[in-house]
């Protein structure tokens, strides 16, 4: 695989799909729910997803393609050969009520090992990427090594639904955590606050549940700086499913599992 084309190509690819993407914000969307009512969609979700793919067909039809709105009509039971890990938006709540905060995300693996991976803030005009051992940037200019902090100055990224009582955690415990940290926030774009984990200005991020696309190009990418990526037990992620996961600095990251993560299950 020749890493230096593929790595102009996808930022060519990246591009176009967000000039698509700002110009839908003239146009009146579709607007879809999948899961349950609060878990949307729009025809820009796939129209976007449709383009890449077209896109990554043009480059190399042998390339495997795992977008989240299922527009390759691939299978996904294993990672072999050059898989490409697609969210076409993340943060699709954010795009429709705010038009900011979401991003494209794509993360390139090789036999389940990341190659180079991609967030791109539309309306920042902010690229993220990664590749392999040669570190991680922002529009070209390199991220730093995350510094060490204690918790206690820790600014960390939780969704509100951590804090009241729910079936799946222990929030007695989560809200000890909120208190010991120096602040909280929440983006409603995983890729957006992992980004964030990435460039320090979150200390950590964490999800009850989320899916291979969600994390696929930040776990890349938190790879280039140090960051620690993992399930909320600790464990390596696993790119064929659903899970918990947390990105965060690694001198805090031990502390909050051991301290103030309780799971039920
Ligand atoms: P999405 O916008 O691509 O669906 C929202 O807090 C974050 O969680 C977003 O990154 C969102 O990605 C992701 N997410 C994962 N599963 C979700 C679901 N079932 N409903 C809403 N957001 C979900
Ligand atoms: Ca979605
Ligand atoms: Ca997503
Ligand atoms: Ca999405």
Not at 31 to 57: G, H, W
Not at 94 to 113: L, V
Not at 159 to 177: C, F
Request: with cysteine; aromatic share 10%.
């Amino acid at each position: 695989m020749d890493i230096i084309s593929l790595h102009n190509y996808t930022r060519d690819i990246i591009q176009q799909a967000a000039s698509k993407i700002r110009a839908s914000f003239q146009q009146t969307m579709q607007i879809e729910t999948k899961a349950d009512v609060n878990d949307l969609v729009t025809n820009i979700d796939k129209e976007t997803e449709q383009f890449i793919i077209e896109k990554i067909r043009q480059f190399d039809s042998s390339h495997r393609i795992f977008g989240e709105e299922g527009m390759s009509a691939e299978t996904f039971e294993n990672l072999d050969g050059i898989v490409w890990i697609v969210d076409p938006i993340d943060g699709t709540m954010n795009f429709i009520r705010q038009q900011r905060n979401f991003t494209i995300s794509i993360g390139i693996y090789e036999n389940g090992i990341g190659k180079l991976g991609y967030i791109y803030d539309v309306v920042r005009d902010e690229l993220y990427y990664a590749i392999e051992g040669q570190g991680a940037y922002v529009n070209d200019e390199r991220l730093s090594p995350l510094e060490n902090l204690p918790l206690d100055e820790a600014i960390i990224g939780i969704n509100a639904s951590w804090v009241v009582e729910n079936k799946r955690i222990n929030y007695k415990k989560t809200g000890q955590l909120v208190r010991k940290v120096r602040g909280t926030r929440s983006y409603g774009s995983a890729t957006i606050e992992a980004m964030l984990v990435a460039t320090g200005r979150l200390d950590a991020y964490m999800s009850m549940r989320l899916s291979p696309w969600d994390i696929a190009a930040s776990a890349i990418i938190a790879k280039e700086v140090g960051a620690c990526f993992t399930t909320l037990k600790g464990q390596p992620i696993n790119l064929l499913t659903q899970d918990t996961f947390i990105i965060a600095n690694k001198s805090i990251q031990q502390e909050i599992l051991d301290d103030y993560i309780e799971l039920y299950d």
